[in-house]
C-alpha cells in the first residue's frame, strides 16, 4: 500500500469523476445490503399534504401491502401507474413523509437533477421509472 493511502475494502476511495452529481464510491457490501424488489403498483392517489407526492400501494410478493410515497405526480398520472410492475427499495427504513408512513423507495432516473432544472428553466425535467420489461412476479430479487 502507498504511504499515505488510507482506502481500505471497507473504506471506500472518494469518487473519482468530475461527473454533476456524482456521489462517493461505496463497497460491494455496501450495496449488498439493499434489497432491490420488483413491486406492482396496485393504487394511486394524491398525498393529502404534499402537492408532488403520491400515495402508491404496492403489491411487493410479502401478501401485505406497502406504502410508499414517491415524488412522480408532476410526471405521471395515477391511472398510468396502476398495474405497472417498478423496482423498489423494499429494506429502506420507514419514514414519515408529511404525515404519511412511506415503506421504501421506488426507482427511477431523470435527466436533469432536482436542483439544475430550477436553475436552467429551459430544461426540462423528465423522471422515468424503473421497471421490468417484462412480467415477472412482485417480490422477485432485482440483483
Not at 434489497?35 to 403498483?41: F, G, H, S, W
Not at 420507514?94 to 428553466?121: F, I, Q, T, W, Y
Request: glycine letters at 6%; aromatic letters at 4%.
Amino acid at each position: 500500500m502507498a504511504e499515505g493511502n488510507t482506502a481500505t475494502p471497507s473504506t471506500p476511495a472518494p469518487a473519482t469523476t468530475a461527473e454533476p452529481g456524482a456521489k462517493p464510491l461505496v463497497s460491494f457490501e455496501d450495496f449488498a445490503r439493499l434489497d432491490l424488489r420488483v413491486a406492482r403498483i396496485l393504487s394511486v392517489e394524491d398525498h393529502p399534504k404534499a402537492d408532488r407526492l403520491f400515495k402508491l400501494q404496492l403489491d411487493d410478493g410479502s401478501g401485505t401491502p406497502r406504502q410508499i410515497c414517491a415524488g412522480i405526480k408532476g410526471y405521471y398520472r395515477p391511472e398510468d401507474l396502476v398495474g405497472r410492475l417498478i423496482v423498489i427499495v423494499a429494506n429502506l427504513a420507514p419514514r414519515m413523509l408529511r404525515g404519511e408512513e412511506s415503506r421504501g423507495m421506488l426507482l427511477a432516473a431523470s435527466n436533469v437533477p432536482k436542483d439544475a432544472a430550477a436553475a436552467d428553466p429551459a430544461e426540462e425535467r423528465r423522471v422515468i421509472l424503473i421497471r421490468p420489461d417484462v412480467e415477472i412476479r412482485p417480490g422477485s430479487i432485482v440483483s
